[in-house]
């Protein structure tokens, strides 16, 4: 299972691949799944608590696998 800071560093790295600003402050959230089944998922956004630059990924906290990222530049 991955930590925080590497789910962070996934998604860091993913925005940045793509072109997409990846700004601080940054929010992390551990979603586990209901009925105790799995690991959960991470889900993260940049440019907490802002409006724009805000790049959002899902992360499986399991594999580190990006089930689901999507970008607002303005």
Do not use: H
């Not at 691949?17 to 889900?43: H, M, N, T």
């Not at 802002?50 to 607002?72: C, E, P, S, T």
Request: glycine share 10%.
């Amino acid at each position: 299972m991955i930590d925080e800071k590497e789910a962070v560093a996934l998604a860091r790295a993913a925005a940045t691949a793509a072109g997409w600003a990846f700004v601080e402050p940054v929010q992390a959230r551990l979603r586990k799944p209901w009925f105790g089944k799995g690991a959960g998922r991470w889900e993260i956004n940049s440019n907490a608590m802002a409006f724009g630059a805000r790049a959002r990924f899902v992360i499986d906290a399991v594999d580190g696998r990006i089930l689901d990222k999507g970008y607002v530049p303005r």
